[in-house]
């Protein structure tokens, strides 16, 4: 009895497999491309120390230190620009969207209270350049494709922040030499 009910069970087994191989596709379809993340600063410094000490003494660098510091005359004159009634820069979501990386996006700045968010406390390289998973993800023997992985600025990227409004005479040609005073690689072809 026990030799006829094991090969039932590994019987069933083996039907229950043809089964799942009949059904089971040949290929495993295709997984979608994950969109890339945030990965902060500190990552970039590690390969763009130059870059990384220009940009740590510009005004991107402290930009969100920078709002919540604001005096209330400066507080003051911002509101009436903008015709807003702000009360904590600092905080207030207006505002800091364009003084933190990636505001709310996959990895990016999520709010004050996380500590996560300390390398992206500012506007740093992602900001412009984009989210740097993918950029880390390729490896570094692929000159070409890292080049590529990497978005290259211009005028429309930094008027999502730098708006009329707030910033009249915003030259980019002028405003990325101040931003990226040293060279960075030419953009990929």
């Known amino acids: 009895m026990k030799k006829i009910l ?38 970039c410094k590690m390969c763009h120390m130059k870059e990384y000490k220009a940009w740590a003494e510009t005004k991107h660098a402290h930009a969100l230190a920078n709002l919540a510091a604001a005096t209330p005359e400066q507080l003051k004159k911002m509101n009436e620009l903008l015709k807003t009634s702000v009360e904590k820069p600092g905080t207030d979501a207006a505002c800091v969207r364009c003084h933190v990386t990636g505001y709310q996006e996959a990895g990016g700045y999520s709010g004050a209270d996380s500590t996560k968010d300390v390398p992206l406390a500012f506007v740093g390289c992602e900001d412009c350049h984009g989210p740097g998973s993918a950029h880390l993800a390729v490896p570094m023997s692929n000159k070409e494709g890292r080049k590529a992985s990497v978005v290259h600025p211009t005028a429309e990227t930094c008027v999502k922040c730098h708006t009329a409004e707030i910033s009249p005479k915003f030259d980019f040609a002028e405003r990325s030499k101040l931003v990226h005073p040293i060279a960075a690689a030419a953009p990929a072809k």
Not at 11 to 37: C, H, M, R, W
């Open 6 to 43: 094991a090969f039932a069970v590994v019987a069933g087994v083996a039907l229950a497999f043809v089964a799942y191989a009949a059904e089971t596709p040949k290929e495993a379809p295709k997984k979608e491309e994950a969109k890339s993340t945030f990965v902060g600063v500190n990552k």
